[in-house]
């Protein structure tokens, strides 16, 4: 409690540790674990937008979802490298997580 400001969520916890309900290492990780999980299939599907093109019946090929933008543009080329950058961070904070939690665990 010395970390928490209010004397409320300090009475809350005590409240709770009294209870039973107090936390536990091992399931903040894998709650931790969830949320990343989620957080990565989110971030998939948003990195992989730019890589989506369809083609026009006039012969161009724009992005699905922004069908103003067309592949091969400034723009696109734009799109693609924060795509690729979403993707590469959001594996990179997923494999942490998954490291993390196996470390705490003890899982090898």
Do not use: D
Request: glycine share 10%; with cysteine.
């Amino acid at each position: 409690c010395k970390i928490w400001e209010s004397s409320a969520s300090c009475q809350t916890c005590s409240c709770m540790r009294r209870r039973g309900w107090s936390w536990k290492f091992y399931r903040i990780i894998c709650v931790t674990g969830k949320f990343l999980q989620s957080g990565f299939t989110t971030m998939c599907n948003i990195g992989l937008i730019p890589f989506m093109c369809m083609r026009h019946p006039n012969g161009y090929r724009s992005i699905l979802k922004y069908s103003n933008t067309f592949c091969g543009s400034a723009e696109h080329g734009t799109m693609q490298l924060f795509g690729v950058l979403v993707l590469v961070l959001s594996r990179t904070s997923s494999f942490a997580g998954q490291v993390g939690s196996n470390m705490v665990l003890g899982v090898t």
